[in-house]
């Protein structure tokens, strides 16, 4: 497994696996791995010939007061992860390599970002956008594969790579959940063993959503009310926000379910934002 720190080399390397004819995967992560980064690096291994992974936490797409500077870190853990799923190459920048003294060029994708996430952490998106057009540059992907827990990041770059004509393949790949039903997050870290246990209530609140959907609840009030109710009951839970979205558009839905819908959760559990997502009308992989 190769570690290459400079963007002049990654895309001298990438060059190379294009002249050759190579398919080249790439997962970009900020480290700190877990199954769920891994499941998205099986399937590029199984897509590609060379499969890129980067670790980099991107500064940009923190707000102030953010977690920036406590984001868990652990490179040797790591680059011992991506040595197990058949890593080629690690793509591992600096702050500075990625954004010199004097750079001022970010990308905004307009209207997918506006709600959800998009309210909470108004620059958030903008920092997700920049970074992946400028991680895709650096790696020259075929294709790039996202985790479906970052739901609206996703759609994001769906949007940025068609509005924006890249040549970059995007697969979302589906949550990956500890056994107990919490989605893998690398924040999750920051839980105690209180906050652990009362964390479930993202996923209990899905669960008994997707049921009162199953048995055709299609108000979206009633939906929302019980997502609420579940995450209220919690004592150490805050909500930032429960929301039921357009799967594609992610605005908010009023009135009735008509096909499919996005319910996207984000919740403090003590100072911890957690976030997770279903879409009802879509099969379910229950862990
Ligand atoms: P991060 O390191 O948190 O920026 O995540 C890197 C990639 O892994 C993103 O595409 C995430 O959506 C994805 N990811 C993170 N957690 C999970 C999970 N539990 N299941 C599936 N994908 C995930």
């Known amino acids: 497994m190769e570690i290459i720190e400079k963007v002049k080399d990654m895309q001298a390397y990438s060059q190379d696996l294009r002249v050759e004819g190579k398919v080249i995967t790439f997962v970009p992560t900020m480290g700190y791995l877990h199954e769920g980064h891994l499941s998205l690096m099986r399937e590029g291994r199984k897509r590609g010939d060379v499969l890129v992974v980067s670790v980099f936490v991107n500064p ?27 890593v080629d190459v690690v793509f591992y920048p600096s702050a500075e390599e990625v954004y010199p003294e004097d750079y001022q060029t970010y990308v905004t994708v307009e209207e997918v970002t506006k709600n959800l996430c998009g309210i909470s952490r108004p620059h958030h998106f903008r920092g997700v956008a920049t970074v992946c057009a400028k991680l895709f540059n650096c790696v020259l992907p075929h294709i790039a594969i996202f985790g479906r827990k970052d739901y609206q990041q996703l759609k994001v770059i769906e949007k940025m790579v068609k509005d924006m004509n890249m040549d970059v393949g995007i697969i979302g790949m589906p949550i990956v959940r500890e056994p107990d039903g919490l989605a893998m997050s690398s924040r999750n870290e920051y839980l105690d063993k209180k906050e652990r246990k ?22 979206v009030g ?24 357009h799967p594609e558009a992610i605005s908010d839905l009023v009135g009735v379910v008509w096909d499919r819908a996005l319910l996207a959760l984000a919740v403090r559990i003590g100072k911890t934002r957690l976030i997770d997502n279903t879409v009802l009308g879509e099969e379910f992989e229950k862990c």
């Open 60 to 86: 940009t797409q923190f707000g102030p007061g953010e977690d920036f500077q406590k984001y868990p870190r652990d490179f040797e853990r790591d680059n011992k992860l991506m040595e197990s799923v058949g």
């Open 198 to 219: 009362a964390a479930l209530c993202l996923y209990s609140a899905i669960l008994a959503v997707r049921e009162q959907f199953e048995n055709g609840e299609r108000r």
């Open 222 to 245: 009633a939906l929302m009310d019980r997502a609420v109710g579940i995450i209220m009951d919690e004592e150490l839970a805050t909500i930032d926000y429960v929301k039921l979205a």
